[in-house]
């Protein structure tokens, strides 16, 4: 079982950046795939980006060209850089890995975005 651990979340307003960043207990090349997804409140927890462990990544429509996902090997470490942020995306932003039928959930990181 991979730990995942959050971090970077936090308050900005609308039209700023943010970035939250994931490490991993192993090394990220070692794993299939990993994301990040957020859960707004009274919504269901919704597919953000992924990136593979060979680097192919893939966005939500609702945030591509606004999103960045890249990693750090050295680190085993992956970031989500967020720019041009909006209020409707506040959530909890949470680290996933997927390792065949494996996968595991860091504990989220609150993001806050004010208009």
């Known amino acids: 079982q991979v730990q995942l651990v959050e971090s970077g979340g936090g308050l900005v307003q609308a039209g700023g950046s943010l970035r939250v960043s994931c490490t991993a207990s192993?090394?990220?090349?070692?794993?299939?795939?990993m994301g990040w997804y957020r859960q707004a409140p009274g919504k269901q927890r919704e597919l953000v980006a992924t990136?593979?462990?060979?680097?192919?990544?893939n966005y939500a429509d609702s945030v591509r060209g606004r999103f960045t996902i890249s990693r750090d090997g050295a680190k085993n470490t992956v970031y989500l850089q967020m720019n041009s942020l909006k209020p409707e995306d506040t959530a909890v932003y949470y680290c996933?890995?997927?390792?065949?039928?494996?996968?595991?959930w860091g504990q989220g990181t609150q993001v806050t975005v004010s208009s």
């Open positions: 990136i593979t462990n060979s680097g192919s990544t």
């Open positions: 192993r090394t990220i090349f070692s794993i299939n795939v």
């Open positions: 996933n890995s997927r390792h065949g039928s494996l996968s595991s």
